[in-house]
């Protein structure tokens, strides 16, 4: 199947630092990418959904301005968490698929591994 | 009201046991339905999909109602390995998928 990495796997940061990660596609072309927060013990909730090359589509009650989301390649979508505060803390996931938003068919997502981001 | 529910158990079942899962949703619309499995601390993997003629994977069953918006997944003969959460989920408009919180299920000797 198709492989999707993440990097860093995990990050431990100060509250106010802002974290980037990234998210990759490694061998097929993402034109679709989305990201999911998990917090412990609750299902993954959407966070974003970027098509490569225009900007993303940001659920209800996630801000844009504190997840600035970038898909500049049909490989590489990242996502950074400006001025992360201890409520940031979460179990960050993204997955990608081959198709864009205008094709109605499933194509599966394939899911990275994840980062877990924790906020002191 | 969540869009997915899911009973979160625990269960916790013997080695060889069956065990079976139910899940309901919200959206009438929604377009696909899937069994991931998410093992602790790991990105979540799909398991099998989910049609109203109902579909069978080995020692996995999953059966969809559309008109109850009920999904089920059945587990026969467990095995330990197959302790972890398993999240229904339903691919709405646009390629969305709506995760459900999860049922645990630990398999025990």
């Known amino acids: 199947g198709a492989v999707v990495s993440q990097h860093p796997s995990w990050v431990i940061c100060k509250s106010g630092t802002s974290v980037k990660i990234e998210c990759r596609s490694l061998?097929?072309?993402?034109?679709?990418m989305f990201w999911y927060r998990q917090f412990p013990k609750q299902s993954l909730m959407l966070m974003a959904t970027?098509?490569?090359?225009?900007?993303?589509?940001?659920e209800q009650g996630v801000e844009k301005d504190k997840f600035l989301i970038n898909h500049a390649s049909l490989t590489l979508s990242t996502l950074t968490v400006t001025s992360a505060h201890p409520e940031d803390s979460s179990f960050y996931i993204c997955?990608?698929?081959?198709?864009?938003?205008?094709?109605?068919?499933?194509?599966?997502?394939?899911f990275g591994p994840g980062t877990r981001l924790t906020v002191l | 009201r969540k869009e997915v529910e899911q009973d979160p158990g625990p269960f916790n079942v013997p080695e060889g046991a069956t065990v079976a899962f139910n899940c309901t949703y919200s959206n009438s619309a929604s377009q696909s339905f899937f069994w991931y499995r998410q093992d602790c601390r790991k990105e979540p993997k799909l398991l099998m999909s989910v049609y109203s003629s109902g579909n069978e994977d080995g020692r996995f069953t999953a059966q969809l109602n559309r008109a109850s918006q009920y999904i089920s997944l059945l587990i026969r003969d467990s095995k330990l390995s197959d302790s972890a959460t398993y999240l229904c989920?339903?691919?709405?408009?646009?390629?969305?998928?709506?995760f459900g919180a999860g049922t645990i299920l630990r398999v025990k000797s």
């Open positions: 061998d097929f072309q993402a034109t679709t």
């Open positions: 989920v339903v691919r709405e408009y646009g390629n969305k998928l709506v």
């Open positions: 997955s990608a698929r081959d198709g864009g938003l205008a094709d109605y068919s499933y194509n599966e997502q394939f």
């Open positions: 970027s098509n490569e090359g225009s900007k993303a589509t940001y």
